[in-house]
Each structure stands twice: as structure tokens, then as C-alpha cells.
């Protein structure tokens, strides 16, 4: 094994035992991070099996394999934004109604 390898791979587990912390000491929802964990899962694996990212690259038609990381770690990244995205507009309209709620109980009141 590389020595490359073995520092993307340590990089890798030490990035996974902070999300694993983060979540175990409730900073992060994990329903918030199951993108992350994923993403983790599959950085762990080609760490491990660079010849992985080769193969597929080859087979995909892309000229170098470290553009095959950029379009992987881009297809991540818009996931998790429009994830993200996604709670947020909830988060919006459940304030929405829980101000609309207040204010008729005030009313009331």
C-alpha cells in the first residue's frame, strides 16, 4: 500500500470519527448526516481501491481520473445542497404555521 493511500485513508477514518463524535455527543442530527456518512463511505472506498477510480474514469470515457473525483465530489456537493434545501423550506413553512398558530391563540387570549 502507498503511502499516499495510507494518508488518504487515515484522512478518511480521522473525518469519520469526528462526524461519529459529533453525532453520538448530539451537535449534528444524524437525519442530517446520513449525506455526509455516505460521501464518507464512499471516499473510504476509493481510498482503498484507487484502481477503482481508474477503472470506472476508463470506462466512462474521462481522460483522467482526477476529473472523475471533481465530477463525484460535485454530485455530492449538489446532493447535499438540495438536501439542505429541502429542510430548510420545511423548517420555513412549519415556522409559518406555528407563528400563524400563536397569533390566533393570542387572539383568543
Known amino acids: 500500500m502507498a503511502q499516499y493511500q495510507l494518508s488518504?485513508?487515515?484522512g478518511v477514518l480521522i473525518y469519520?470519527?469526528?462526524l461519529i463524535v459529533?453525532?453520538?455527543r448530539?451537535?449534528?442530527n444524524i437525519r442530517y448526516t446520513i449525506l455526509w456518512l455516505l460521501a464518507t463511505i464512499?471516499?473510504?472506498i476509493l481510498a482503498i481501491f484507487p484502481q477503482l477510480i481508474t477503472t470506472l474514469a476508463r470506462l466512462m470515457g474521462i481522460s483522467e481520473p482526477t476529473n472523475l473525483l471533481f465530477v463525484i465530489q460535485g454530485f455530492f456537493v449538489l446532493l447535499i445542497v438540495m438536501y439542505l434545501t429541502t429542510i430548510v423550506s420545511w423548517l420555513t413553512n412549519r415556522l409559518n404555521r406555528l407563528t400563524q398558530h400563536h397569533a390566533l391563540v393570542?387572539?383568543?387570549a
Request: charged fraction near 15%; proline fraction near 0%; charge should be positive.
Open 8 to 10: 488518504l485513508i487515515l
Open 16 to 18: 469519520l470519527s469526528i
Open 22 to 24: 459529533l453525532i453520538v
Open 26 to 28: 448530539k451537535k449534528v
Open 42 to 44: 464512499v471516499m473510504l
Open 106 to 108: 393570542a387572539c383568543k
